[in-house]
């Protein structure tokens, strides 16, 4: 089992940036990708990006630009880093990891941009 546990989410003003972190625990040793999705007020769930055990990231092409995925894998920590940010931005963010073939998720960061 791996628990995830997201952190850095709170209210923001536009313009500013702010870095969620997203800690794994438990059985942490095989955990291949890890991603970030964003979950908007009444919409669906979508992805932000992923990014591998190497340091590949791949991001959804609405985010490009704004939204930096890095990972430290000694601490099994993986980050999003937003910058400039919009009132659309507002959602509830969660960090998700693969490993052994199952997708562990994490219980989620709010994030509020006020304008």
């Known amino acids: 089992q791996v628990q995830l546990v997201e952190s850095g989410g709170g209210l923001v003003q536009a313009g500013g940036s702010l870095r969620l972190s997203c800690v794994a625990s438990g059985s942490t040793f095989g955990i291949s990708t890890m991603g970030w999705y964003l979950q908007a007020p009444g919409k669906q769930r979508e992805l932000v990006g992923t990014i591998t055990s190497g340091g590949r990231t791949n991001y959804a092409d609405s985010v490009k630009g704004r939204f930096t995925i890095s990972r430290n894998n000694a601490k099994n920590t993986v980050y999003l880093e937003i910058n400039s940010l919009k009132p659309e931005d507002t959602a509830v963010y969660y960090c998700?990891?693969?490993?052994?073939?199952?997708?562990?998720w994490g219980q989620g960061t709010q994030v509020t941009v006020s304008s």
């Open positions: 998700n990891a693969l490993r052994a073939g199952t997708l562990y």
